[in-house]
């Protein structure tokens, strides 16, 4: 990881503690005004089976070994994402709804001819993981000038479907340069 990476990380964690402080304060705060379960009422026995029925199952929970399969296939599809890769062969790695999206955005795709460097960083995002999906920072680092390079951040979300997982949605953070 290079300096200008860390400080990035730098400026994002505390911004991110702050945030995640605020988020669980107020579910504190809401789920002190719901009542509690002790003087709520039981539900009657002939409804407990349906309820159970209709509850959405949590996902899995995400093993190292997901986030080390899913950042194989953020680094791959971001490889042929940017290089140009006909679509056809981005499908296998996208969801359904993400290949449609790229569908209509066909022209809208940025293209570089060279990638010098990729690389992934993990990003610890706990509420998306509960949702079944894990994020990965791709830094890449392309040709800038003659004898130049640039270097851009994408947020890559992945989710586990039909066993595999595929992206979900690519966010590009390109941050300011930052002088050395």
Do not use: C
């Amino acid at each position: 990881m290079n300096d200008r990476q860390k400080r990035f990380l730098w400026m994002y964690t505390p911004a991110a503690v702050i945030l995640l402080a605020a988020w669980g304060a107020v579910v504190g705060v809401v789920s002190d005004d719901a009542p509690s379960e002790a003087t709520s009422t039981p539900p009657s026995k002939a409804a407990a089976p349906a309820e159970e029925s209709t509850e959405a199952q949590p996902p899995p929970a995400i093993t190292e070994e997901d986030r080390k399969a899913a950042k194989q296939v953020a680094l791959d599809f971001m490889q042929d994402y940017l290089t140009g890769a006909p679509l056809e062969q981005l499908q296998s790695h996208v969801t359904t709804g993400y290949y449609s999206q790229l569908e209509k955005e066909k022209q809208e795709r940025p293209t570089v001819e060279k990638i010098q460097k990729i690389e992934a960083t993990r990003v610890e995002n706990w509420p998306l993981e509960q949702e079944g999906k894990v994020s990965w920072n791709v830094w890449v680092t392309v040709p800038r000038g003659k004898t130049g390079t640039y270097e851009v951040a994408y947020e890559v979300i992945l989710a586990k479907t039909q066993d595999q997982w595929r992206v979900k949605a690519v966010t590009e953070n390109e941050y300011p340069e930052l002088r050395d």
